[in-house]
């Protein structure tokens, strides 16, 4: 059974939702306004809301991130009377399921609910096989979306392409995509276009022949053969050579290859995984990667999210990575302090999930057959950088220091984010002096009263 919230101030809109969704067995909910509505998916959680677009304390598609932002975020189906192709574009860009426009049709109203239901009830149970396969820690709005992106790669045989920076897990992921999808029984086979010359990297991708260079006193497989009816993984793909590019992209056309010195076409059925931390759109501009392979490689592509974008998740990580720790020497009453988490959550992590885990295993050693770890076990580097944070100054990562007469120049500046908040808070400071009531703010600043209304509370102020 789904909650179902119809948050619309037509009645009998929610009452002709209600009434399908109760036939369905469904349990059926109602709000008028966006506070309503809000206050009952964080209160009792939502499996899908139809979501009016005029409410009379703001517009509903302003509040789409608001509602996916929550721990469980639901299906939201926007419902107006004022449909258009920009109004949709807008709606299924923000995150919604679907778009339909009054009157309603009570057959479409009914298929609709029928397959958004069956699709979350599908999404959530093949997150959750990701998340148990490779053991995925965390729970938060970006986690979750990348989970589910992972688990609709895993239901295909489409290319995958990982996107994020170093450390943020994209062999965890691709890997949990492989364990996930039909090939599981079948050889998951990295490579890392990082780490060799262009020649050595064709041999590793397509193998080769006894006698075909100096040095090849045997045959060798390479990794696409290596991969056959498996997974083929190639990490940091912004790496591989242009001159290579070109032989790679027939290689995802055909799936057949030659081996260097090969007089004979290898065919091989893989599956592509592809990471990198590269802008390969910006690369592609500058001729630096081939526009048709950046195609292909694309066909489903997953961000992951940095640590410093979802610090909600770090204690979570705390506790499995010493988890694993305790089991690997042995120190099952190992625990961890709140002045060690506290830490955690102040440092910015710049080389994300894996600097983390390295931190805590030094951590780990550093405090030898001590009971309980404590931030004094961290990194001397680490330690600085939450010290500098605690005093209000930049530098929740580690940062070159200049040395000489550039450091005497050396100043602080402001983030970017810094300046927007203060100019936004200067702002409305500035309207709220000039203005007498929530009506005619709304009118000035050109927004809706419901969005004026959550950036003054953001900013603290009570009018």
């Known amino acids: 059974m789904a909650r179902v919230l ?103 109203l009914r298929l609709i609910l029928e397959r958004v239901v069956a699709f979350r009830r599908q999404r959530q149970n093949a997150a959750t ?17 990348c989970l589910d992106a992972a688990a609709q790669a895993a239901a295909s045989d489409i290319n995958v392409l990982l996107l994020g920076e170093t450390g943020t897990g994209k062999e965890v992921f691709a890997r949990a995509i492989h364990d996930g999808s039909a090939r599981a029984a079948m050889p998951f086979v990295p490579m890392d276009c990082a780490s060799a010359t262009e020649s050595l990297l064709e041999s590793q991708l397509f193998g080769h022949t006894r006698g075909a260079f100096t040095g090849a006193d045997q045959d060798r497989d390479g990794v696409a053969r290596l991969a056959h009816r498996g997974t083929l993984f190639l990490d940091e793909v912004g790496e591989l050579p242009v001159a290579l590019q070109r032989s790679f992209l027939r290689l995802l056309e055909t799936r057949r290859f030659r081996p260097i010195g090969g007089k004979a076409e290898v065919q091989s059925d893989f599956r592509l995984i592809a990471a990198t931390n590269r802008n390969l759109v910006e690369m592609a501009s500058l001729e630096l990667f081939r526009t048709d392979l950046l195609y292909r490689l694309n066909g489903i592509t997953i961000t992951l999210p940095p640590l410093r974008e979802r610090k909600e998740d770090i204690p979570l990580l705390c506790r499995h990575f010493v988890e694993r720790l305790c089991a690997r020497y042995d120190a099952c009453d190992k625990s961890v302090s709140d002045d060690l988490v506290e830490a955690l959550l102040r440092y910015d992590w710049p080389g994300n999930v894996r600097e983390l885990g390295h931190a805590l295993e030094r951590a780990f ?47 602080p500046y402001q983030t970017y984010r810094e300046f927007k908040e203060a100019t936004e808070r200067n702002y409305f400071k500035g309207l709220l002096e000039i203005t007498s009531n929530m009506s005619e703010g709304a009118r000035i600043a050109g927004l809706s009263r419901g969005h004026l209304y959550e950036l003054l509370k953001k900013h603290g102020f009570d009018k």
């Open 6 to 108: 119809a948050l619309d101030d037509d009645r009998l809109v929610q009452r002709l939702i209600g009434v399908t969704a109760s036939e369905l067995g469904h349990e059926a909910l109602a709000a008028s306004t966006l506070a309503e509505g809000l206050a009952l998916c964080r209160n009792g959680g939502c499996d899908v809301v139809f979501l009016d677009v005029l409410l009379p304390d703001g517009n509903g598609l302003e509040r789409i991130p608001e509602l996916r932002a929550l721990p469980d975020p639901p299906e939201i189906v926007i419902v107006t009377g004022h449909g258009d192709a920009a109004g949709a574009d807008l709606a299924i860009r923000h995150g919604a399921w679907d778009f339909l426009t009054k009157p309603l049709s009570l057959d479409n």
């Open 365 to 411: 050693a550093a405090s030898r057959g001590e009971p309980q770890i404590f931030a004094g076990h961290l990194p001397l580097d680490i330690r600085m950088a939450v010290a500098r944070s605690r005093l209000g100054k930049p530098g929740g990562a580690p940062s070159a220091v200049p040395a000489g007469p550039a450091a005497s120049a050396a100043r």
């Open 129 to 145: 096989d990701l998340r148990e396969l490779r053991s995925i820690v965390g729970e938060s709005p970006a986690l979750r979306a």
